[in-house]
């Protein structure tokens, strides 16, 4: 600070001027802490953290390790030097008689840690109908500098994507979903995204879902389809989509209701009897429930080809015989 006094005197005037310098006392100010290196470091490499502030009184530092159970004090001093066995998060505070200052946090990341993010479904079958709430979660040795979590869903146009902030050393995102048969083996994928110095580090876990379901799109078909001739042997065949695989039962349309005629996913039947048309259908099971098939009808053919041609030969020849009787003047073809 500087005065200056100014005179008059005849004809003008004399100016004197005094300087002093003030000396104030005050708590810590832009504390901050760095690391070096910094980026990714390798586990068994040496690091060193650095705090500084303005203070004065000079200020003295304590450094800090978050931890789960709260702040570890873990050096005094401004510099802290030490090798790494795994990242985490600190912090060093200045503090003089008038006051203490944090610095922001800083990130120790290692690279070998466990980035992946990992897929959590809830115990026991899934099963169709069933509302599970299915969570992706990772390790965050940072708690300041959450992982930002992504799903990624087979069935869904739209990535969701969320980061936690409330200061937990597991990030964690969900996603509720209605069990149905379409679930099954649908594929879900959960990627975490680090933010490390001069960029981010992406990793990715996937899982295929496994969903119990009762059996759907049962059907029927006959072999050979269309006409069948009576002597004739016909196979039926049931299909079904179910989980756990379903078992099959044949039922024969009858004056009396459906009558059971066979077990098994093929039924072979020869076609002796028949009335003009026969209709059959099938019946898939498994524990969470049955479906039926349409029906399948089998058509009897009036004459088969076989036959229509055997008796066509039969009166050619026939013919041939009386013409040529006649002809010679013998007995007429019995």
């Keep these: ?11 003008g005037s004399k100016t004197a ?18 690391i070096s290196p910094s980026g990714l470091v390798s586990a068994g490499s040496w ?28 050096s005094v001093g401004q510099v802290y030097s030490f090798t ?17 200052e944090m610095s922001s946090y800083i990130c120790l990341q290692v690279k070998d840690s466990p980035w992946s993010p990992s897929i959590n479904i809830p115990v026991g079958d899934l099963k169709e109908h069933q509302s599970v709430t299915i969570s992706c979660s990772a390790v965050t040795p940072c708690p300041h500098s ?19 902030t409330d200061g937990n050393f597991t990030t964690k995102i969900q996603e509720t979903i209605t069990l149905s048969d379409t679930h099954d083996g649908y594929n879900m994928s959960c990627s975490a995204r680090y933010p490390v110095n001069g960029g981010s580090k992406t990793a990715e876990t996937e899982v295929t879902l496994s969903v119990s379901y009762a059996p759907r799109n049962t059907s029927a078909s006959v072999s050979p389809s269309g006409l069948v001739s009576a002597g004739s042997w016909v196979e039926l065949s049931c299909s079904s989509r179910a989980k756990p695989p379903a078992s099959f039962t044949w039922f024969r349309n009858s004056k009396h209701g459906a009558i059971n ?53 039969i009166i050619m020849m026939c013919s041939t015989v009386i013409i040529l009787q006649w002809t010679t003047g013998s007995r007429r073809c019995e």
């Excluded at 203070?55 to 978050?66: L, M």
């Excluded at 959450?146 to 936690?164: V, Y």
């Design 47 to 74: 690091v060193k953290l650095s705090c500084s502030s303005r203070a004065k009184p000079p200020a003295s530092f304590t450094w800090f390790r978050n931890s789960k159970h709260g702040a570890i004090n873990v």
């Design 17 to 34: 001027e005094t300087e002093v310098t003030l000396s104030v006392s005050y708590a810590p100010k832009d504390t901050s802490a760095s």
């Design 146 to 164: 959450p992982p930002e979590l992504t799903w990624n869903l087979q069935q869904d146009s739209e990535r969701q994507t969320e980061k936690n």
């Design 261 to 313: 005629v066979s077990v098994g996913q093929v039924y072979r039947l020869r076609m002796t009897n028949m009335t003009d048309i026969e209709s059959y259908y099938c019946v898939a099971v498994n524990i969470f429930g049955n479906q039926m098939s349409s029906w399948s009808h089998l058509n009897k053919q009036g004459i088969s080809v076989y036959t229509t041609v055997k008796i066509v030969g």
């Design 84 to 100: 790494v066995t795994e990242g985490g998060e600190y912090y060093c505070e200045a503090k003089n008689p008038l006051g203490i």
């Design 1 to 11: 600070m500087r005065c200056s006094a100014r005179y008059p005197v005849n004809g």
